[in-house]
Structures are given as C-alpha cells and as structure tokens.
C-alpha cells in the first residue's frame, strides 16, 4: 500500500527540479517496471493476494462467519483435497461452505481452505505491520541523526533521560519505589534544563549548573551507536529469545519483528539525508524560514524513501517467512491460523496427509516470492545509476 | 580464470555427492553384525544429569535404570520383587510415652511397670478372641519398658524485633513404652485406647515436661511440647537383605554402606536432592552387617517401600574423601564442592546391567555392556541413546535403519503396524489428561455445574479421533492398570441434553442471545492449557466447540509452559485448565487432592475439599497392608468421581515400534539358543525382558504361534 | 591507522557494555523464571525452588546479578544451570560441531556464487540471467524447513541412507569410510545453509560486475579488441572483486550463528541448538554467554572490514 502511494505521488521536490509534467516520473517508472517481466508477475500476484487477505478477513471474521477456520469436525479428520463431506455426520451448518473441502482438512477435521484464507489475512497483516513499525522507527532515527546529526548531546539531558528510562525499568521489574523516585529525579531534572534552558538566550547559564550543558557527542554518536547495538544481536535468535519469553500472542510477534529490523531502513534515511542536506533545495527551504519538521518530512523524506521501499517489499517478504520459521519451532499464536502454523502443523503428518504441508509451503513460496521479485523489480526502476543506460 | 571459477565449485560438488557411494544403507546396516548387537533409541530431548539422585527428567532416568540398580524393582504384575535386595522384612516398632495422669480402666493409674503388666494381661487374656483390638495385641511381639531422661535441644526463634534467637529447650521426658509388633498396624493406638482409657494419649501433655531458656520465649510451649514428646509414635522399620558378591562396574564389591550412603547423599542438603521429599519420613538408616540394612522411619508412610528401587551410588567414588580429591583435582574450592558438580554426574558408574561408555551432549549417550552383571550379561553389547530433537526426521531415521526404537505417534502406529517389517506393542501409560476446574470461582462451586461440563464433552470422539484410538477413558485418579483403580465406577455418559437439564436444575437457563445465564449473567469462563502439546490444544478446541454448542460462553488460551505454572496454576489464578499428571504405581495422593494442600504453589490447585476423602488419603499412605489398601483406595475413586472435582477425560496409551528382526534370545540349559517373540507383560511393558532381546539379520520365522 | 584502531576499539567495547546490558535485562525481565526443574513435579518442593533461587544468585537485586554473571562469564567460571557445566566449555564443543557446517556451507556459497552471478552479468537479460535470478528468489523465499523436508524426505525414501546427525549411527566405520560418512552427513544440512547465501550472494556478484562492465575502462578495453573472455574475467572481475574482500569480515558472526531450524531438522548438536534448548529452559549462563560471544564477533568482523577496506583502496582514510 505504501509502496504504491509513495509511486503513484512524485515528489514536489523533483517535479520542481524537471521542468517536464509531473506525471512524466511515475510513468517512466512505470514503463521501465512493465518490461521486466518477473517483477510484474510479481506484482499481480501481490495485487491478488492482497484481495484474497482481505475477503479473506472478512469472510473469515466474526462469530458465524461465512468460512469459519476453527470448526473442528473430528470425524473429518484429513480428508484429502477436493473430497465430499460426509453429509451423513455432519450437521447442516458443520458443512464445509464450497460443498467440497477444496484444499482437505486438517488433524481436527479443519477446513484448510478457510484456515489459508484466514491465513492470508494473518501473514499479510504480520508482514505489514511489523515492516510498518520498522520503517517508521527506521526513518524518525535515521533522520533525526541525518540532520541534527553534527549537534551535541549535553550531560543534562542524557542524564534526565537515563534516570526517567531507568525509572520504567525498575517499575517494569517490578520495584516501583525505586522507580518512582528515578522518574520523580529525571523529571526535576527535566524541569531545570527546560527552565534554564530557555533562559539560555536572555542572560549566561549559571556556573554552577554549566556542567549539565557540557557536551557528551553528538546525536549521529548517539543513534549510529543505537544501530551498532542493534546489529550486534542475531536477529533470529532475539526474536527467539523475547517471543520465548513473552506471551506469543500474534501482536507481540509483529511488534518484535519490527523492533529488531530497522537498523537497515535507518542507515538508508541517515545516509541519504546526508547527502540532501546538502542540497540547494534543502538550503532554499531552510533559507525560506521553513521549519525542521516540515523540511525533513516534506521535503527530504520522499526523496529518500526509494531504497527504504525496496527495503520495505523485501522486509514484508523475510517478516512472513521469520512467522512461518516461529510457528515451526512452536512459538507461533496458535488462536490464529497463519501459513506458518498450518504449515508446522501439518509436517507431522506428511505422510498421512501431504497436502497439510504442500498447500500452505507452496503459498509461502509464491507470495514471498513474489514480493521478492517485486522488490527486486522496484529496485531496478528506482536506481538512477540503471536508469540512465536505458 | 573463467574455467577455474566453474571448474572449483563443480569439483566440489562431485565431491559431496560421491560421499554418497561409501554410506551404509538399511539394508547393508543389517548385514554388519556390530550393528545387531547394538540398541539404538532415538529420544527427543537430552538428559540433564545422570545420577539418580539428582535427576528428575525421563531422559536421564530411563538411562539411569540401565546404568545403575536399585534395592528393589517391580516384577511383571507391579509387585516388588528383590534385585540388590534378596528379600526384606518390615514390622513396627512403636512407642508411647507413660501418662500417669491418666486413670486406667480397672487399673487406676498406673506407672510404666504397671502398664505392661496390664498389657501383658489383656494380651493372655484375649489369645482367643478375634475382634480388632485382639488382633492389634496379637500383632505385639514385644514390649518393653524405656527409662525416662533427660536431654536439650537448640533451636532458632524469632526474636522481638524480627532478630533470631538462639533458645535452649529441657526435656525431662517421663518413661515410655516400647512395642515391637510383627506387621505394621496403623490403628494400634486407636485400639491400645480401648483398653487404657479413651483420653490416655490425648490427655498426655508433652509441655509439662520441658523448660524453655530463656524464660522469655515460651510462647511456644504448647507446640515444642507436642514436637519433642509426641504422645504416641509408628516407627516401620524395613530390614533388607543385601545380594553377596554383587560387583560395580569398577569391580568394587556392593555392600550395605553403599546402600547407606545414597541415603545420606539424598538427605544432604547441599546436594539439592529433588528426592529428598520422598526420603524426609526416614530416622535412621543403620548397616547391621555388610549384608543387612535397616531403615527406620519415624511415621507410617507406606509409599517409603517403593522408594528403594532408586539407583545405588557407589560410596568408595563418592564420599567426602574423594569429592575433596576432585575439587582440587578441577582447582575448585573443596567446601563448596557438592555431589552435584561432580564429573560422575556425567560418567556414571553403578551396578545394572550396562556400563557407561560415553556422552555427547545433545548427541548420543553410549553404554555397553556389563559382562559381570549378577543376573547375568545382556545380549546386546551396545545400547545407544540418539538424541534427535524433531519427530518427523526420526520416523527417518527409523527408517534408514539408525534407529530401533523411538516415540512414535500414535497417526504413525496406524500406519507403521501394517507394515510386514515392524512389530508394535500398546499400552496403558502411567499418567492421565484432565480438564480442572477452580472450585473457588463460580460457577465451579456447584457439582452439578461441574458434572453437566463433563457430560457435554464426547470423550469417545476425542479417542477416537485425536488419539486414532490409543487411550482409554477413566473414571478417577488412580492408576488403571493396579488394583487400586475402581472398574465398578461407570464413565459420565455424554449427554448434552442431559448437561443442559442438570443446568436448568443449578439455575442456569437460557437466555435471549442462546447463551446460557444465572440471575442475568452469562455462564461464561477461560480454558487455559500450556503451550507445545498439540493434543492439548486439541481438547481445547474440542471443549471449547462442545460448551459453546450447550450455549456456554468459552474463551481459550494457550500460555508458555512457564508463565502457564508460575503465573496462572501456581497464583490460583485460572477458571478451567487441560493439565495432565503422570502418576507413579503408588496410591499416595496427598499432594494433590488433599485439602491441605489447597494454597498458592501447591498440588490441589482446584481446591478439591471433602472430609472423608481427607481421611482415606491419609489412611491410604498409612496403610502396609494391600488388600486393605485396595479398598480404601476404591472408595476414594468413588468420592472423587461422585464430586467431579476434575473432568477425567483419558489416559493416553504408548505406542512402541520395533523392527520385526528384534526377538526375546533365551539359551537353554544345552547352550541352544531358542528365539520367541516379544510379548509385553500384562501390564503393558514391553521392554521389561530388554536383556534378552537382540537383533537377526533377518526377519525370524516362528512356527509355533498360538 | 593507529588512531583509527584506537578509537574504533574504545567504540566497540562501549557498544559491548550497552549490548550486555540489554541481553541482561531482555531475558531477566521477562516474565517466567527458569524452569530448571519442573515446577509442577510433585517431588519438587517450595524449598528445594527457592534453594535453587540461591544458588543461582536469583534472589539478589538485579544490578548484583548483573556483575555477578559477567564476573563468572569473564573469568570462565560461569556454569550452565542446566547440567553444572562450564559454559565456554560447552560452547566449545558445539562450536565445533557448528564450525563444519560453516566451512562447507561457506565455501559451497563462495565457490557457486561467483561463477554464477558473473555468467548472469555477461549475459545480462538473457534466459540465463532471468532464470538464475528467479532461481535465486525462489531460495531465499522457500520456507526453510518446508525445503528441508522435501530434500530429506526425497533422499531417504529414494536412496534409503540416513542423513541424519553428523553420522551414521551404529557403523563404527574408520578412515575413509568415516571421512566420507561425514561428507555425506554435512552435505545436505550445508546446502540448506548455503541455499540463502548463494541466492544473495549470486546477485550481488551480478550487480557489482554491471557496475564495473559499464565503467570506462571496460569500454575501453573491449573497444581495444580485447577477447570478450579476457574483458570480463581480468579486466572486469578484478575489479568487480574489491568490495567481497571486505565481505570476508563480515563473515566471522556466522562462526556462532547456527540456523537453530536447520539444526532441529537435521539432529546436528551445533550452537543454534544450544541456544534455542537454553532459551526454552531459561538457562540464562548460556543465553547470555552466546548472545556475548557473537557480539563480539560481530564486532570483531566489522573492524577487521574496515581494515580490509583500507589495504585494499587506498583511498579511503578512516
């Protein structure tokens, strides 16, 4: 969705520097992308399973739905594709909604056909929001440290930050008197920069209070630092480690997916920025009287967004196969079906019941497949360096 | 350059894939004879620690029990049968303590002398008689009087300001009575009372008899006094013959101090033993002679028999002596090293029938065997324990040839017995699945709630169709496969119309929306089960879907196994859990459906409460008879299927599959070999003759089946 | 250069710090305790639990345990809750295990992927090219153990050979035989491995020789008459070489890294396994030790890219 917004709307910034209509970019875009022949089938297969996720939540939804994914009819018990339900067992409303069970049914007699579609739903919402939660994260750090990068970080405010940070901590953990009075502490500390610090114009900063503006380094220190971090943990295996030890509810999985994959769309944003800072339009906004925020976020974001986007597509693919790779190892929300937990479900009996792994493996493969090829076909069409030989 | 890059990597390749050529395949493997006469079991999970003292998972115990042998093991029918042990005794010694206050009847009161006289009396003058209090006094042997002492004893207590005290406790204990009886006889004072006067040991007052210092602190008389004096005392005693000339697998000859010292590396402390619960009813544990060990206990405790199949350690590896050697030996701190982090614990030596060879964590565990084993060597030379973590991939490995045996599934066992090659064997397992109710929340606090739950859930279906047939129901908590289970008790039938009516009666009715509801509120409640057991999560849409179709509003929840315990079962804090437990032979069922045991981290976390129930527990682990035994524990299924504290859904069977080559080798007196069949025993084991069994290179042909 | 080792080396041992201490509070706060024995075992009473809690520091406050566990871990005293035995120990012998599978898995990348992303950029376009790059996708977007799965299941029921664990069980074969037992054992769990990496290493490799073939001098030397072979293979590919040597120390995290799946599947007792068992009993030792170790290798390969980065292009000054 994202992918197509940010397309289908050139930015003002280079429509400005053109002097051809606006629409001109998207449609050489567009025309480029058309021929590369995997990247499109890719596309229409993104298209179409985006519209069987979403029928697929709506017909999957609800106390009654139309294709219920958690009826167990034990005396079904997989039935191989395509057969007829036992009309003789089953009570009316137990009947499977195609008359036939298209794709069989499971160890508990599910329909796997109304357990893909709900899937489709799930594994599509897992893909997007935990690539959503990381994009944005990715780019509010990477273009915080890509413009204010060069200013620095006085000792007051790390240390208010650090003592109200701790403060959550020690209540998380469960000692709140100690937490309590950290916060109490961060925010008095909080207080007094704020008061000092906007004073700081009309009259010198007390000398006693001039050690908390004393420089530590700079926010770029700070926020690649944060990255490093990040990047020195196993992502799998964090992901392992806190969906392990948090209740695996299928929130909880996106959430963590997101928070341990932004490191790469960061350094994209803060490497771009880097570059626009410097450019004349940049310079003209600024000189311009335009604020910070609508500087970054108007003007510099969009034209950083391509490799984020690629990134993005790419991500959504890794973010439903990591799901389907949890599952496997029994650490999926089992109240959901998703692709990854039919698929882990069914390997028990795949000799009994084939199409229990085949069905859902296969659609794993074709989607992430797709929105790798996608991706990658993204990829081409927004690198400027290929542009041009074509 | 162009021709190197794809010359490199297509030489690599061939290289991997010709591998291929030298790899035995299932059939080759059945010609190597080192293969036949090695046992191969592919297991999912590693063990933890081998020494059974310290263990708790199966892993580690199902080695163990080949590694190491215990006093005692169960034969073919459960009973116990002597391995270390040649044979036991066990009687009673018990004591009490003279009261002189009392007033006896036709005696008056009378002082210790007089009251073994009156006993004496009464046991002369009874020889006859056969009622219950005469067959007590004929169960006496001896009797005899112990002279009153004196003696102190140090305890910590809380002082004012939350400070521990030290406090000096004086005894002047008045004479006692000691008794030496042939069998152990849990009603002797109940009976003893009916000729010394009702109140004879309850009006006994131990307080009387002791001095707290200082003076300050003796509040707790009343407690100290009944701690120190108690009125009366059962002290079983089990004397075991020790097996002569039984050899460790070092050489070392076994004896009654090595019996002694497993003993006291349980009751260690700093061992963190999770045995010692079992063991903590032992006074004593004394050699009589190399050959003979008496253990004394200081209460009735009949499950204390059992116990003794545990693993014998060797004393001369591990006393203090050589524990210090090894710490210093590994450059540790000798007072801070325990049993516990010994290098035995990973190359373990005892007497059973094999020998430790090696471990690789997470990979196999070898033994071999012991050819100097006292009921004589095994046949396989080898056994192998394969870890191998995924099912799938060990159906596989079966397959291929490099596992015998392993857990298969019961959808596996459908499939696999119709195979001409394999042989597979059922039974009952130890252990069953339930769902709990929380009897301290409505609407569980009603047993006819309860029962219409259990009546709206097709047991059958879920045999039938989640466990393809391998289980069977049950009716309460108690073993099935023992005399203690009670067949006369008839299974709930399934009955949704039934549940529904027995609803109506509680009050439940039903209301606009189809659900049912009480005074305006909604039957309504969470099912919670633990993660990683898919049959769980099975019964868990399955009663989830049955009390929906009754109308009963049912949310579920699946948590990790250990916010599951820590969080929901040990806080008290659920409405309906699908839990299972695994039982041991023993018929003791303190722990978990006694009322004592209701509070936060303890067993009985539905809160089952019944008075009479109470009291056959305590019976039940008092009792050293069977027969009696039996009875109470018939009666006690009885109560609790009546109360319907848990819905009893099934116990599970095993299922084991064996490749058909695997036989039962015997030699006759001739030295000829003779091959039969494995047939399981009649409580289900099929791995209890495992000595004997070995692999043919071929499917073996048995004329004469019956 | 000095400077520039200095400085990165007070860097990564600060990021070390900040790394120990999120691993530290990401496991000890997240609810649940180590379940070192279970707890609803009817044996086990409230006593021997909290004894436990002792023994394993777990009743102090946090900061406590914090220096407690990386005083042991520093000094190579810290044990494993599970079986008492030392950690670095333990991770040395899966290490082992693990690094086989690395080298092949490794080699079996490097060696394939050259070859075939640079065929891929000659012929850019073509059948070739698009079919190695659909090829490549359909790797890396395969569920891992749903190929695993077939590549077993495929093997076994038409070869009838174990691939299981790292060799046959129960053949006690010698030399060459045992050599090649193991070859074979490795051979599918490595090309599981290598599947990803091939996939995007493939495509890198294509990239980066686009890149070069559309530099100057490509032009030049193919203008000069230059055999098509000689222009790509020496002019092109050397060039087109220079960023994977960097690569080399990018490498060095997977040492420790083992797919906990592809271990699962395949039975092979490596660091992934480890991991994944100690993360499912809590067994904190471990958890903390493994998530240390491979961050500071993690660290390590980074600055030995650097470096690289300097010796091979001059150019750069860092």
Redesign the interface.
């Known amino acids: 969705m994202i992918v197509m917004n940010q397309n289908s709307k050139p930015s003002p910034a280079e429509g400005g520097v053109l002097e051809a209509p606006k629409r001109t970019l998207f449609q050489e875009n567009w025309n480029l992308f058309r021929k590369n022949r995997l990247a499109m089938a890719g596309l229409v297969i993104f298209v179409i399973f985006f519209i069987i996720a979403v029928g697929g939540f709506f017909l999957t939804y609800g106390r009654s739905p139309v294709f219920d994914p958690a009826l167990v009819r034990l005396q079904e018990k997989l039935r191989p594709p395509l057969s007829k339900p036992n009309l003789e067992t089953l009570k009316p409303e137990e009947l499977p909604r195609l008359g036939i069970y298209l794709f069989g049914t499971d160890d508990l007699g599910r329909d796997i056909f109304s357990r893909m579609l709900q899937g489709a739903w799930v594994s599509l919402t897992v893909g997007f929001i935990a690539v959503g939660i990381a994009v944005v994260i990715g780019v509010f750090l990477g273009g915080i440290a890509g413009y204010y990068g060069s200013s620095q970080i006085p000792l007051g405010h790390l240390l208010a930050c650090l003592l109200l940070g701790g403060g959550v901590i020690a209540i998380v953990a469960g000692r709140t008197a100690m937490g309590i009075s950290l916060i109490l502490f961060g925010g008095a500390t909080a207080a007094l920069l704020i008061r000092v610090g906007y004073a700081e114009g009309k009259r010198p900063i007390p000398k006693a209070l001039s050690v908390l503006f004393f420089n530590l380094f700079s926010v770029d220190v700070l926020i690649t630092g944060l990255i490093d971090i990040m990047l020195c943990f196993p992502v799998f295996f964090l992901i392992l480690t806190v969906v392990a030890l948090i209740p695996s509810k299928i929130h909880y999985i996106m959430i963590v997916i997101g928070l341990t994959s932004w490191m790469g769309s960061a350094r994209f944003i803060r490497a771009e920025f880097l570059s626009l800072r410097e450019q004349d339009f940049v310079t003209a906004a600024k000189a311009l009287g335009v604020s910070d925020w609508r500087i970054i976020f108007r003007h510099m974001v969009p034209n950083a967004m391509s490799p984020v986007l690629v990134s993005a597509t790419i991500g959504i693919a890794s973010a439903i196969l990591i799901e389907a790779g949890l599952s496997f190892l029994g650490f999926g929300d089992a109240s959901y079906a998703t692709w990854g937990n039919i698929l882990s479900s069914g390997k028990d009996f795949l000799f009994d019941a084939p199409w229990l792994t085949f069905v859902p493996g296969f659609a794993v493969l074709i989607v992430v497949l797709a929105f790798n090829l996608f991706g990658e076909g993204l990829r081409d069409v927004l690198n400027p360096k290929l542009k041009e030989r074509h | 350059?162009?021709w190197t890059?794809?010359a490199?990597?297509t030489l690599?390749?061939v290289?991997?894939?010709?591998?291929?050529?030298?790899?035995?395949?299932?059939?080759e493997?059945g010609e190597?004879p080192?293969?036949l006469n090695?046992f191969?079991e592919g297991s999912i999970g590693d063990a933890?620690?081998l020494n059974p003292v310290l263990s708790?998972?199966s892993a580690s115990s199902g080695i163990e029990s080949k590694v190491f042998e215990g006093l005692i093991d169960r034969d073919e029918d459960l009973r116990f049968r002597g391995r270390l042990a040649t044979h036991w005794e066990i009687f009673e010694e018990a004591y009490f303590y003279v009261n002189n206050d009392a007033w006896i009847p036709t005696l008056g009161r009378g002082d210790a002398e007089g009251v073994i006289r009156f006993l004496r009396k009464a046991m002369e003058t009874r020889k006859r008689r056969d009622d219950r209090v005469s067959r007590s006094l004929a169960n006496i042997e001896k009797i005899e009087a112990l002279p009153g002492r004196t003696f102190e004893v140090s305890k910590q207590e809380k002082g004012a300001g939350g400070e521990s005290v030290a406090i000096t406790i004086r005894v002047s204990a008045p004479p006692r009575i000691r008794m030496v009886l042939k069998e152990v006889d849990q009603e002797l004072f109940d009976h003893l009372s009916e000729l010394l006067g009702r109140d004879y040991f309850s009006s006994f007052d131990g307080a009387r008899f002791i001095e707290v210092h200082p003076k300050g602190f003796s509040s707790n008389r009343e407690a100290y006094g009944k701690e120190l004096l108690p009125a009366t005392a059962h002290n079983p005693v089990i004397v075991f013959h020790l097996r002569p000339n039984v050899k460790f697998h070092d050489g070392h000859i076994f004896d009654a101090y090595d019996v002694k010292f497993t003993y006291e590396a349980i009751m260690n402390?700093r061992n963190?033993s999770?045995?010692?619960?079992?063991y903590e009813p032992v006074k004593a544990v004394e050699v009589l002679d190399p050959l003979t060990v008496r253990v004394v206990y200081k209460r009735l405790y009949s499950p204390a028999l059992g116990t003794w199949g545990m693993g014998i350690l060797p004393v001369h590896l591990l006393n203090s002596k050589a524990l210090r050697q090894e710490a210093m030996h590994r450059g540790l701190d000798p007072d801070k090293f325990t049993l516990?982090?010994s290098q035995f614990?990973?190359r373990p030596l005892g007497c059973g029938p094999f020998r430790f060879r090696e471990w690789?964590?997470?990979?196999?565990i070898v033994l071999d065997r012991f050819d100097d084993y006292w009921e004589g060597p095994p046949n396989y030379k080898r056994y192998?324990f394969?870890?191998?973590?995924?099912?799938?991939?060990q159906?596989?490995?079966f397959?291929?040839?490099?596992?015998d045996g392993y857990g298969v599934?019961p959808?596996?066992v459908e499939?696999l017995s119709k195979d001409p090659a394999y042989q597979s064997f059922s039974g009952l397992s130890f252990g069953y699945t339930y769902i709990g109710y929380n009897m301290r929340r409505e609407p569980f606090k009603d047993r006819r709630v309860r029962k219409a739950l259990g009546m709206a859930i097709d047991v059958d279906?879920?045999i039938?169709?989640?466990l393809y047939g391998q289980g069977e129901k049950i009716t309460g908590p108690f073993l099935k496969q023992t005399d203690f289970y009670n067949h006369a008790i008839a299974p709930l039938p399934y009955d949704p119309e039934g549940a529904l009516r027995l609803l109506a009666i509680a009050g439940w009715k039903k209301g606009p929306k189809g659900w049912l509801q009480k005074n305006g509120k909604r039957l309504q409640f969470t099912l919670i089960t633990n993660?990683?057991n898919?049959l769980r999560?099975?019964i868990l849409?399955?009663a989830q879907?049955s009390w929906r179709k009754i109308g009963i509003d049912v949310r579920?929840?699946?948590?990790?196994?250990?916010?599951f315990?820590?969080?929901r079962?040990?806080k008290l804090d659920f409405d309906a859990l699908i839990l299972g437990w695994s039982m041991g032979i023993d018929p003791d069922l303190y722990?978990?459906w006694h009322s004592s045991q209701i509070h936060p981290?303890q067993?009985n976390f539905v809160a089952f409460r019944n008075e009479e129930a109470d009291d056959l527990i305590i019976k039940i682990r008092q009792e050293y008879d069977h027969e009696r035994q039996v009875q109470y524990c018939r009666r006690l299924h009885e109560i609790i299927a009546q109360e319907q504290p848990y819905t009893f859904l099934y116990v599970g069977k095993w299922t084991a599959i064996l490749d058909k080559r695997i036989v039962i080798k015997e030699v006759d007196p001739e030295g000829k070999p003779r091959y039969s069949r494995i047939q399981p025993t009649k409580t289900g084991n099929y791995t209890f003759y495992f000595n004997k069994w070995i692999k043919l290179p071929e499917v073996p042909r048995f004329e004469m089946e019956g | 250069m000095l400077a520039f080792i200095g400085r990165s080396a007070i860097q990564k041992i600060v990021t070390l710090f900040f790394v120990s201490i999120i691993s530290f509070l990401i496991v000890h706060l997240a609810p649940g305790e180590p379940s070192q024995i279970d707890p609803l075992n009817p044996k086990f009473t409230q006593e021997v639990l909290e004894r436990f809690r002792k023994e394993f520091h777990l009743d102090k406050p946090l900061h406590i345990q914090y220096l407690y566990y990386y005083r042991d871990l520093l000094t190579g005293k810290s044990v494993s809750w599970k079986d008492n035995r030392p950690v670095l120990k333990k991770i040395y012998e899966r290490f082992k295990n693990s690094l086989w599978l690395f080298i092949l898995g490794t080699l079996i990348t490097w060696t394939l992927s050259f070859p075939v992303g640079i065929h891929a950029a000659i012929r850019r376009g073509g059948l070739y090219d698009r079919s190695t790059t659909f090829l490549a996708y359909l790797l890396i977007s395969i569920p891992g153990f749903f190929f695993a799965y077939m590549l077993i299941i495929f093997v076994v029921t038409h070869f009838h050979v174990p691939v299981i664990g790292m060799e046959t069980f129960g053949i006690s074969s010698t030399g060459w035989y045992w050599f090649m037992d193991r070859m074979w054992h490795l051979l599918l769990p490595s090309i599981l491995g290598a599947a990803g990496g091939i996939a995007v290493l493939s495509r890198y490799v294509r990239n980066q020789m686009l890149e070069v073939e559309s530099q100057d001098y490509v032009r030049t030397a193919k203008a000069k008459g230059l055999s098509p072979d000689k222009v790509h293979y020496k002019h092109a590919l050397r060039n087109a070489l220079l960023p994977f040597v960097t690569m080399f120390g990018l490498i060095l995290p997977g040492l420790i890294g083992g797919s906990v799946i592809i271990e699962s599947i395949f039975s092979w007792p490596g660091m992934g396994r480890m991991a994944y068992e100690a993360i499912l009993a809590r067994n904190y030792p471990v958890i903390l030790a493994v998530n240390f170790i491979s961050a500071i290798l993690v660290l390590v390969g980074t600055f030995i890219s650097d470096l690289l980065y300097m010796v091979v292009d001059p150019r750069i000054r860092l």
């Open positions: 350059m162009r890059l794809i490199v990597p690599l390749i290289f991997l894939l010709q591998s291929y050529l030298w790899v035995p395949s299932y059939e493997q190597n080192e293969r090695e191969i933890q620690i708790a998972d402390r963190l999770p045995r010692i619960a079992d516990r982090q614990n990973r690789k964590s997470d990979q196999y192998t394969r870890i191998v973590p995924d099912l799938l991939t159906e596989m490995e397959y291929a040839g490099t596992v599934q959808h596996q499939r279906k879920i039938t169709y989640v993660q990683g898919n999560k099975a849409s399955i879907d579920t929840d699946v948590l990790e196994w250990a916010v315990i820590q969080e079962v040990n722990q978990i981290n067993l």
